[in-house]
Nanobody
Framework: QVQLVESGGGLVQAGGSLRLSCAAS????????MGWFRQAPGKEREFVGT????????SYADSAKGRFTISRDNAKDTVYLQMNSLVPEDTAVYYC?????????????????WGQGTQVTVSS
């Protein structure tokens, strides 16, 4: 079992930045691929980005490319999502998730463990 706790969400003006963190506990964090997803009101949960277990590879949704960066610190069992140039369309609950894999994964169904989410609100 893996427990995931997100933090760092909040209210930010358009053009601003936020850094989300996701702390993991319970099993060997360095063995898992980590992903970030988001869900806006009335919409399905969508992929934002992923990082492989070693941190050497990342993959992003088109909406995140060039603005968001995922990183991880395996010594701290933590994954991060740096979000820059935020726009109101980025408003959503952001979730981190863990997959039992060594490679990047974009499919939501492959992720086995999920955090409770953190709210990000971008005002115009």
């Amino acid at each position: 079992q893996v427990q995931l706790v997100e933090s760092g969400g909040g209210l930010v003006q358009a053009g601003g930045s936020l850094r989300l963190s996701c702390a993991a506990s319970g099993r060997s964090f360095a063995r898992f691929t980590m992903g970030w997803f988001r869900q806006a009101p009335g919409k399905e949960r969508e992929f934002v980005g992923t990082i492989n277990s070693s941190g050497s590879r990342t993959s992003y949704a088109d909406s995140a490319k060039g603005r968001f960066t995922i990183s991880r610190d395996n010594a701290k069992d933590t994954v991060y999502l740096q979000m820059n140039s935020l726009v109101p369309e980025d408003t959503a609950v952001y979730y981190c998730a863990a997959a039992n894999s060594l490679v990047v994964i974009t499919s939501r169904d492959r992720y086995l463990w999920w955090g409770q989410g953190t709210q990000v609100t971008v005002s115009s």
